[in-house]
């Protein structure tokens, strides 16, 4: 087989592959009893049929295109391994010459896949964050946790409705005088100062009481996801039964007994300490890390095909519509509720989607300049972890991975982890943490 390879433009490459005779010979006889093996032709035996029954019932043509498609298939593969090139797009496919007894010719025009020049990226620096847990946070977690033990009263009879009160309140709009669907409501409760009615509607009640009826004039935004309300003027109609405040817990022992499983308040915001700490360190451990593989991916030069940038937003996409659907929703209702078409998403997401695959690139390039190897523990682990995530068996996680053909991308996954553990374990003060926390082991 002869393969010449001739650049398109920075990105895509044809190659010309050139077939013997004998091959092509080779694989119409296959291509033969492929057809024979598929088909029930009477007086023959299934796989038995021969070259000359198969023509009168098929057409010599339908012989010759399963015969291209195995040895056409056959020597693309076999041109990449030769040539070294890995395909992130499918070729476009172009006969030359395909006749018995003569060399197929062919031409294969594909994206490959971009080369990657490698910057620094061992001994890098990043900024660690300051993971000190301040009083004002222990006591803003409390004060969240008295919101939500915090009891719903009704407030006295005179008291005027202001921010963070709930109005129990029935309400009716119109536009032009003409009520419109979902418009109403009946003793609904509203809290002021949320932001879930229209601008404007909530800030038109505070300093009125209970028992109060008032017009609510507002204007829909121009983008309101319905489209027949969007930029219209309207009238709501509204009486305020009640107004509800939240009443809080004092921070003593009792409240920490219910709030919690401790006795005092001061076992409390110990236990909070910690809890918080421990999420700090996390928090900052994550953001140095992330911060040096950012370095390491600023640091190559690669020019990524626009293909590749357009396959990972569909994969967003995607991986977007099955989370919707996951809580029982569709991606179309989130798009019309969102006021977006699919394009306008696809564009939101391509900025994303191209540091995704630039960081993907760098990674493997780096696993590539290391050396780096997946071995069958790594991948088992990694099985594991999924399996955990997803509350699976191992065994059934495997199962899926292998029967959709997604082994090799799942150990490219996991050769970019370990790419990505190299460069923090290669940063500068690695060596040094891990002196220090051999210490702290010790003891």
């Given at each position: 087989?002869?393969v010449?390879?001739?650049?398109?433009?920075?990105?895509?490459?044809?190659?010309?592959?050139?077939?013997?005779a004998?091959?092509v010979t080779?694989?119409i006889?296959?291509?033969?009893?492929?057809?024979?093996g598929?088909?029930n032709?009477p007086?023959?035996?299934?796989?038995k049929?021969?070259?000359?029954?198969?023509?009168?019932?098929?057409?010599?043509?339908a012989?010759?295109?399963?015969?291209?498609e195995?040895?056409a298939?056959?020597?693309?593969?076999?041109?990449?391994?030769e040539?070294?090139?890995?395909p992130v797009?499918?070729?476009?496919?172009?006969?030359?010459?395909f006749?018995?007894?003569?060399?197929?010719?062919?031409?294969?025009?594909?994206?490959?896949?971009?080369?990657?020049?490698l910057?620094?990226y061992?001994?890098?620096?990043?900024?660690?964050q300051?993971?000190?847990?301040?009083d004002e946070?222990?006591q803003?977690q409390l004060?969240?946790?008295?919101?939500?033990?915090?009891?719903?009263?009704?407030?006295?009879?005179?008291?005027?409705?202001?921010k963070?009160?709930?109005?129990v309140?029935?309400?009716?709009?119109?536009i032009?005088?003409?009520?419109?669907?979902?418009?109403?409501?009946?003793?609904?409760?509203?809290?002021?100062?949320?932001?879930?009615?229209i601008?404007?509607?909530?800030?038109?009640?505070?300093?009125?009481?209970?028992g109060?009826?008032?017009d609510v004039?507002?204007?829909?935004p121009?983008?309101?996801?319905v489209k027949?309300?969007?930029?219209?003027?309207?009238v709501?109609?509204v009486?305020?039964?009640?107004?509800?405040?939240?009443e809080?817990?004092?921070?003593?022992?009792?409240?920490?007994k219910?709030?919690?499983?401790?006795?005092?308040?001061?076992?409390?915001?110990?236990?909070l300490?910690?809890k918080?700490e421990e999420d700090?360190?996390?928090?900052?451990?994550?953001a140095?890390n992330?911060?040096?593989?950012?370095q390491?991916?600023k640091?190559?030069?690669?020019?990524?095909?626009?293909?590749?940038?357009?396959?990972?937003?569909?994969?967003?996409?995607q991986?977007?519509?099955?989370n919707?659907?996951s809580?029982g929703?569709?991606l179309?209702?989130?798009l019309?509720f969102?006021n977006?078409?699919?394009?306008?998403?696809?564009?939101?997401y391509?900025?994303?989607?191209a540091?995704?695959?630039?960081a993907?690139?760098v990674l493997?390039?780096i696993?590539?300049?290391?050396?780096?190897?997946?071995?069958?523990?790594?991948m088992?682990?990694?099985?594991?972890?999924?399996?955990?995530?997803?509350?699976a068996?191992?065994?059934?996680?495997?199962?899926?991975?292998?029967?959709e053909?997604?082994?090799?991308?799942?150990?490219?996954?996991?050769?970019?982890?370990?790419a990505?553990?190299?460069?923090?374990?290669?940063?500068?003060?690695?060596?040094t943490?891990?002196?220090?926390?051999?210490?702290?082991?010790?003891?």
């Amino acid at each position: 087989m002869n393969v010449t390879v001739n650049p398109v433009d920075q990105h895509k490459v044809t190659l010309t592959i050139e077939v013997p005779a004998k091959e092509v010979t080779k694989g119409i006889a296959q291509a033969v009893k492929r057809i024979a093996g598929q088909v029930n032709i009477p007086g023959f035996r299934k796989g038995k049929a021969p070259r000359r029954i198969l023509e009168m019932n098929f057409g010599k043509d339908a012989i010759l295109e399963e015969a291209f498609e195995l040895l056409a298939g056959r020597a693309y593969n076999e041109a990449l391994r030769e040539q070294e090139i890995v395909p992130v797009s499918e070729p476009e496919i172009e006969r030359v010459t395909f006749e018995e007894g003569k060399d197929l010719v062919f031409k294969a025009t594909l994206t490959k896949r971009p080369e990657v020049t490698l910057g620094e990226y061992k001994g890098l620096e990043a900024e660690k964050q300051d993971a000190t847990v301040t009083d004002e946070q222990i006591q803003e977690q409390l004060d969240n946790i008295r919101n939500q033990q915090a009891k719903m009263v009704v407030a006295d009879k005179d008291a005027k409705l202001q921010k963070d009160d709930f109005a129990v309140i029935d309400f009716a709009g119109s536009i032009d005088g003409k009520p419109f669907d979902g418009g109403e409501g009946k003793s609904y409760p509203l809290q002021i100062g949320s932001g879930n009615f229209i601008p404007g509607f909530e800030d038109q009640l505070i300093g009125h009481v209970a028992g109060d009826d008032v017009d609510v004039k507002v204007t829909f935004p121009e983008d309101y996801f319905v489209k027949e309300l969007a930029g219209k003027e309207a009238v709501f109609k509204v009486h305020v039964h009640d107004i509800k405040r939240k009443e809080l817990p004092e921070l003593n022992d009792e409240f920490a007994k219910e709030a919690s499983s401790y006795d005092t308040i001061e076992e409390l915001k110990a236990d909070l300490r910690k809890k918080m700490e421990e999420d700090a360190t996390g928090r900052a451990i994550d953001a140095y890390n992330a911060a040096l593989i950012e370095q390491a991916v600023k640091n190559a030069t690669v020019d990524i095909p626009e293909i590749m940038v357009d396959d990972r937003v569909e994969q967003m996409i995607q991986e977007l519509a099955m989370n919707m659907e996951s809580r029982g929703l569709k991606l179309d209702d989130y798009l019309k509720f969102s006021n977006k078409t699919l394009e306008a998403l696809k564009e939101e997401y391509k900025a994303n989607a191209a540091e995704n695959v630039r960081a993907d690139l760098v990674l493997e390039a780096i696993a590539k300049e290391e050396n780096i190897q997946v071995t069958t523990e790594d991948m088992n682990m990694e099985i594991f972890t999924m399996a955990q995530n997803f509350g699976a068996d191992p065994k059934e996680v495997w199962n899926i991975i292998a029967k959709e053909g997604r082994v090799s991308m799942l150990a490219s996954s996991v050769a970019r982890k370990k790419a990505a553990r190299f460069i923090i374990e290669h940063a500068k003060g690695a060596e040094t943490a891990k002196s220090e926390e051999a210490k702290e082991e010790e003891k």
